[in-house]
């Protein structure tokens, strides 16, 4: 019962993030061009919709330009004095985790100026609300059906189930458990030979 519910809500975590994961799309900025001095990013970014948990890949040579994001003032004026965030290493992946407008520009001197600069408006999550509303429908209905009757037997043959046997049995238990084991045969025999023991006793004290 426990572990029914546990690999149901197991299943429902798997499709919520198999789900997220392949919404999320990886996009290479430039495409072919990559991050050059040469690209045109504003016509690149014009048909796309960037939505949160997407990624954007700059393909360049490591160290001969950077990827910094900026505020959009600092996009504005080419200045990245005051970067968020840099890198240079040749292919820098950035995943977009928050709705609104990133601002990215290259620090080398004059490339942002001579179009290395891109600016992605990300959407408010939408398909965010949809996911989480069929997972909490399905979670409760297994998690209650299980805690009620899991709840119930556990304590009910603890209690009376330890206390009784053990007063009226403590003779016949050995017995008893070599019977449910298998050896019933062994048993039988057992108590016969007993039984027949006792007879001799009885008629060996009677003569
Ligand atoms: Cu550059």
Redesign the pocket.
């Given at each position: 019962m426990a572990s029914g519910g546990a690999s149901l809500a197991l299943a429902a975590l798997l499709l919520v993030s198999c789900a997220s994961a392949a919404a999320a799309t990886k996009y290479t900025v430039g495409d072919t061009t990559g991050w050059t001095?040469s690209g045109d990013y504003a016509t690149w970014a014009s048909d796309k919709k960037f939505k949160i948990g997407d990624s954007l890949v700059f393909n360049y040579a490591g160290g001969?330009?950077?990827v910094d994001e900026v505020s959009a003032a600092d996009y504005a004026a080419c200045s990245s004095s005051k970067a968020l965030s840099s890198d240079s290493a040749g292919t820098t992946t950035v995943t977009l985790k928050t709705a609104g407008k990133h601002y990215f520009i290259?620090g080398?001197a004059g490339?942002c100026s001579s179009g290395?600069k891109l600016v992605v408006d990300v959407a408010a999550a939408k398909a965010a609300t949809p996911s989480p509303a069929p997972a909490p429908a399905v979670a409760p209905a297994p998690d209650a059906a299980d805690t009620t009757p899991d709840a119930t037997p556990a304590t009910t043959p603890k209690g009376s189930g330890g206390a009784t046997p053990k007063t009226p049995v403590t003779v016949l238990s050995p017995p008893g458990k070599k019977s449910t084991s298998g050896a019933t045969g062994l048993s039988a025999t057992a108590w016969a030979s007993l039984g027949l023991a006792g007879l001799v006793a009885v008629h060996l004290g009677a003569f």
């Open positions: 001095t001969a330009h950077t290259c080398v490339h290395m």
